[in-house]
């Protein structure tokens, strides 16, 4: 549940905020959406939305103030997967398979086109947008070969499961980082965290794949693992994907998961936030060009702040700043002797 007199997530990105409701009806069918709302209901209406747009997804926050429909429909041109997560009251997801609730305790999968949503008076909620090309391409990567049937996923996300509490969390992060006000817009960190949500939801949530992702927890030639981490420890300054490891590794994408999982007790993205880490440090020691930490960093694609300094000093015991100092005491210590 939220604190109605909390700001609302993300509102340092407003997109659109009206209590008129023919210039928001207006907006909306902008976006391929269409707002019904009952005249009885339009003075309480109050339309407002924030959201954060990564390269193939958004995420966002809406509210309507009064009991509103949206409507998705059929000939919809963007073929967006929707994730909606409740922060209070209820909403509900119907189409022609039936309905999902939106409230405390239960997010919503929805599909691309042709569905309705009803919003209840007072009710808001985060929703993630992922495109269906960016979703395929990932279950591709997964799976090692082009899925040969279409995508499906269950409606209802048990928010009190473990693989529910989990893309939940990955959401929650994302949004605090961007609320962040010195969050950047780096586009190598914008795709991890796309990453992370496809990986979660595709891995989390009952889909159709959901078996044959599960018979792929095979053994993986160690030349594969070999090729993987040859590849993360290459390209540590470069924008760098799961697909993109997968591909090198020759493995397919669930196999390599495991693997790493099972014999390193991480994931390849992980281990390549790690190896960055391992580098920015290598660079503090060494660097005598007079850099600020936050553009050492941001040189392998990692903006500078708390949640950084704490990823930091959790690997290696130290604030970056504090290697910076230990590493000029040390250069004057140098000095001093030869």
């Known amino acids: 549940m939220s604190d109605p007199s909390a700001p609302p997530p993300l509102q340092r990105r407003p997109v659109f905020a009206s209590r008129n409701a023919e210039e928001s009806r207006a907006f909306m069918q902008v976006k391929d959406f269409e707002l019904d709302l009952a005249p009885r209901n339009v003075p309480a209406f109050d339309f407002v939305a924030t959201a954060a747009y990564l390269p193939n997804s958004y995420v966002g926050y809406v509210r309507y103030g009064a009991p509103a429909r949206v409507i998705v429909p059929p000939e919809r041109r963007r073929d967006d997967f929707f994730i909606h997560l409740p922060l209070t009251g209820k909403s509900r997801v119907e189409n022609s398979a ?74 929650n992060l994302l949004i605090a980082d961007l609320d962040d006000p010195a969050s950047s817009r780096n586009s190598i960190l914008l795709r991890m965290y796309e990453q992370l949500l496809i990986t979660g939801l595709l891995l989390c949530q009952p889909n159709t794949y959901t078996d044959a992702l599960s018979r792929l927890e095979k053994s993986m030639a160690p030349r594969a693992v070999k090729r993987a981490i040859d590849y993360i420890e290459g390209n540590l300054d470069q924008h760098v994907t799961l697909t993109d490891i997968v591909s090198a590794s020759g493995a397919p994408g669930r196999t390599l998961l495991k693997h790493f999982h099972d014999h390193y007790g991480t994931s390849p993205m992980r281990r390549l936030r790690d190896a960055r880490l391992g580098r920015i440090r290598q660079e503090l020691l060494r660097s005598q060009t007079g850099k600020t930490v936050a553009e050492v960093a941001l040189d392998f694609g990692i903006q500078h702040g708390g949640r950084f300094a704490a990823e930091y000093r959790r690997l290696f015991g130290e604030t970056p700043s504090e290697t910076v100092r230990r590493a000029g005491r040390l250069r004057k210590i140098a000095r001093v002797r030869y």
């Open 98 to 171: 039936g309905g999902a609730l939106c409230a405390p305790g239960l997010a919503v999968v929805s599909s691309p086109a042709g569905h309705v949503m009803y919003s209840e008076a007072e009710s808001d909620r985060i929703t993630v947008s992922l495109t269906r090309s960016a979703v395929i391409g990932h279950l591709a990567s997964l799976l090692g070969d082009a899925p040969r049937r279409a995508l499906e996923f269950a409606p209802s996300i048990q928010l009190a499961t473990v693989e529910g509490r989990r893309f939940a969390r990955h959401v």
